[in-house]
């Protein structure tokens, strides 16, 4: 049996297809009634007054969820309770901007022998997903649309031949999962990899097809590593060498690199390197280390996160599921559990050495009343609160100079240092010279609550050192939440380019992207006394040196549509 695909990043005209890493769930029962859900049904009426719930980042009315599924999306969603459960489904919602959505009945569920104790993450060229079957093994599974006519997609039908892909020989039943999207090779034949793990190695697992049924499992992974563990939620593709548009997963030609992106331990790691087709190996220009030194999309959290290419506007975008940091019982109690990052367009940078990010364009569209500041001093111990905006919800870039650069402390360290040890130990609190100096987003009047994002400049060997922070040690008053703090260093030079910071805060979620989106810091936060209209947004300079605010734009985000409620206006 042969289906007739498109571009492997798109199945029908104007829609762009892809699946997140998906963990989609039920608590067991009701398998098949979940399927006939419409979350359109569901009540917004107290949850929507909950004031950790989300204004503009998308969420399901109530459950657990992780993953996503452009420009249908779907969701890693358990439709019976807000925390992980035992049976996973795949939840269905769409939009036409990345922004606004609304819900549909849900795509797949567990039904078959192949998938029957739950349907988890995968891809959409046609959907590839990964299904646990009766007996437990981790099984890759084929779904296609039932109707190619249908711009949404809304109804989708299993394959009569599944399983289409088992666990190989030397890999555990419960170590082969999350298909990649594909990608057409220069042979005509498609290409997928398999996250797994052998002989204590994490690895891609690759695989062939001449019709997307029949799939033949090369003798070599793509790349493996030794330092690390499991590998889930793998993405894989082409980044242009000559500036910030995407490329279609499949184009392989010398202007580009590849990106071979990777979940475990808590976060997406990645590295850089080249695709030879013909030994159909990746070559990394760095290995994974299982250190600080591994690049990352984010510093925070950010997890199970994929991309896609947009061919109407020739870029990359990136998305990913945001756990919480509250407690489990907490969870049960507000009646739902996860949140999808903004998205975001993903680039190579122009050093050729990571990655950028940014996020989409459409999100502005949401931006309401404005505060600006430009060519404001800040003396020591400077806060200056920015009045006539929502604290609560709100999209704000700063930058800053640094007119005392030269008289920046030495950074002594004799070593590589860990920067998220680094920013624990030297706080929003502790003063050096340059810094701490930025924001404090969602803070009380008195400050007593407040999630400081900052940076700190050192003098190195021959070169500036950028520390980019997000404490939230004073996050909330509250004692069961999870109040680590993140950092990263940020690869820029601050004798030539100015400090910048632009943070997305939402309620309980703060996404920071700085020098420009070269270090992204995401973080989940539950103030007590600093929400909606009782919180405040601050900049400040705990240094012993001014710094000057070169400019600060500041806006009220209006809420976004996310199914079954109406959004409004500040």
């Known amino acids: 049996m042969a289906f007739v695909i498109r571009n492997s990043m798109e199945i029908s005209a104007g829609l762009t297809v892809l699946i997140s890493c ?164 220069s042979d005509g034949e498609w290409r997928v990899i398999i996250g797994s793990q052998s002989n204590n190695q994490g690895m891609v697992i690759l695989y062939r097809s001449k019709d997307f049924v029949h799939w033949t499992k090369f003798q070599h992974p793509l790349y493996s590593s030794e330092r690390t563990g499991m590998w889930e939620c793998p993405d894989f593709y082409p980044v242009s060498i000559n500036g910030t548009n995407g490329v279609d997963t499949s184009i392989l030609n010398p202007s580009v690199k590849h990106v071979v992106k990777t979940s475990f331990n808590s976060h997406d790691y990645y590295v850089l390197g080249t695709y030879d087709p013909q030994m159909e190996k990746f070559f990394p220009d760095s290995e994974f280390e299982g250190t600080s030194l591994d690049l990352r999309y984010d510093y925070g959290k950010f997890y199970a996160s994929k991309t896609f290419f947009d061919s109407v506007k020739n870029r990359r975008i990136l998305w990913a599921w945001v756990n919480e940091s509250d407690s489990i019982q907490n969870d049960i109690e507000k009646g739902w559990s996860g949140v999808q990052s903004i998205p975001r367009q993903i680039w190579l940078d122009e050093s050729g050495k990571q990655l950028v990010q940014w996020p989409v364009e459409e999100v502005e569209m949401l931006r309401g009343k404005q505060a600006s500041i430009n060519n404001k001093k800040l003396e020591s111990g400077s806060v200056f609160e920015v009045s006539g905006i929502i604290a609560s919800q709100v999209d704000v870039e700063v930058v800053f100079e640094l007119p005392e650069l030269e008289k920046a402390d030495e950074f002594t360290s004799p070593g590589w240092v860990d920067p998220q040890l680094l920013c624990n130990d030297k706080n929003a609190l502790i003063r050096s010279k340059l810094g701490p100096f930025s924001l404090l987003a969602l803070a009380t009047e008195d400050l007593t609550e407040q999630t400081a994002i900052f940076f700190r400049i050192f003098r190195g060997h021959n070169r500036y050192i950028v520390l980019m922070c997000s404490d939230q040690s004073r996050s909330s008053l509250r004692e069961d939440t999870d109040k680590t703090t993140y950092g990263a260093f940020v690869d820029i030079d601050p004798l030539q380019v100015k400090i910048s910071l632009r943070s997305l805060i939402d309620h309980s979620m703060i996404e920071s992207f700085g020098g420009g989106g070269r270090t992204c810091i995401t973080s989940r936060v539950y103030p007590r006394l600093a929400t909606k209209r009782g919180a405040r947004l601050c900049i400040f300079n705990n240094g012993t040196l001014s710094v000057v605010v070169s400019s600060m734009n500041a806006w009220s985000m209006n809420k976004a549509l996310t199914g079954g409620e109406e959004g409004f206006k500040i």
Not at 46 to 63: E, G, L, M
Not at 96 to 102: E, K, S, T, V
Not at 130 to 158: C, F, H, Y
């Open 22 to 185: 998906l963990f989609l769930l039920s608590n067991g029962a009701e398998i098949e009634d979940c399927c006939q859900t419409n979350n359109n049904r569901q009540s917004f009426t107290t949850i929507s007054k909950q004031p950790y719930r989300t204004s503009y980042h998308f969420q399901p009315s109530r459950n657990w969820i992780n993953g996503v599924y452009l420009s249908s999306q779907i969701l890693m969603y358990n439709p019976h309770g807000a925390v992980f459960g035992d049976i996973m489904i795949w939840a269905h919602s769409a939009s036409y901007d990345l922004i606004n959505w609304f819900h549909l009945n849900h795509a797949i569920c567990p039904s078959e022998p192949y998938d029957i104790n739950s349907c988890w993450s995968g891809s959409t060229t046609y959907i590839l997903y990964t299904g646990i079957d009766a007996n437990g093994r981790q099984v890759q599974n084929l779904a296609m649309p039932k109707n190619l006519s249908d711009p949404l997609l809304k109804e989708w039908v299993k394959f009569s031949g599944n399983p289409i892909m088992t666990p190989p020989n030397g890999v555990k039943v419960d170590n082969f999962r999350d298909p990649t999207t594909a990608w057409l090779g």
